[in-house]
T-cell receptor, first 114, second 113 residues
């Protein structure tokens, strides 16, 4: 089934550790996004990529990095995790990075930093 | 500063009745608005969108209304069904080619049988 696959589904991590959240899509979408969802705040954009080889910062980029080596994969890395990064992380994609484009979401990674 | 606000955290309606979910925004440069539905342990799924040059868009049981002068939009679900019980997010998109979305906090809809 075409869509977005995120891994792991959930993770408990010690503060200070490095963690990479994986995201793969098979829809050949050009644009990809990472969001975090926190209670009472909705979803907030962390980083995005409009095409392979390019990335950009969203609303809350600090403490996170991304890369886009190819069309299908868009990993999110926490270089040194802190408790405030405890959240549910969603990866999304859209056909292209234009305004109004519907984004398709994965089922999320629940991350707890202790 | 929340540019997109959903001021009602929750809403409960009876099956068959109308559900109205509201969303307010502050940035007049938003040119598209989208509604997403989210079930527990799943990612959000796209429902319906509206361009800022329109005031209404309809898709089956779902209709979105946009009032630009009031910077307000609403999602109407008629008739409501128990399967509509979920969290609904309003999102806004700025003109340009980034595709970035700004989401509201979400409203939890419960449709009672």
């Amino acid at each position: 089934i075409a869509g977005i696959t995120q891994a792991p589904t959930s993770q408990i991590l010690a503060a200070g550790r490095r963690m990479t959240l994986r995201c793969t899509q098979d829809m050949r979408h050009n644009a990809m996004y990472w969001y975090r969802q926190d209670l009472g705040l909705g979803l907030r954009l962390i980083h995005y990529s409009n095409t392979a080889g390019t990335t950009g910062k969203g609303e809350v980029p600090d403490g996170y990095s991304v890369s886009r080596a190819n069309t299908d994969d868009f990993p999110l890395t926490l270089a040194s995790a802190v408790p405030s990064q405890t959240s549910v992380y969603f990866c999304a994609s859209s056909a292209w990075g234009g305004t109004g484009q519907p984004q398709h979401f994965g089922d999320g990674t629940r991350l707890s930093i202790l | 500063d929340q540019q997109v606000k959903q001021n009602s955290p929750s809403l409960s309606v009876q099956e068959g009745r109308i559900s109205i979910l509201n969303c307010d925004y502050t940035n007049s440069m938003f040119d598209y608005f989208l509604w997403y539905k989210k079930y527990p342990a799943e990612g959000p799924t796209f429902l319906i969108s509206i361009s800022s040059i329109k005031d209404k868009n309809e898709d089956g049981r779902f209709t979105v209304f946009l009032n630009k002068s009031a910077k307000h939009l609403s999602l109407h679900i008629v008739p409501s069904q128990p399967g509509d019980s979920a969290v609904y997010f309003c999102a806004a998109s700025l003109s340009g080619n980034t595709g970035k979305l700004i989401f509201g906090q979400g409203t939890t809809l419960q449709v009672k049988p």
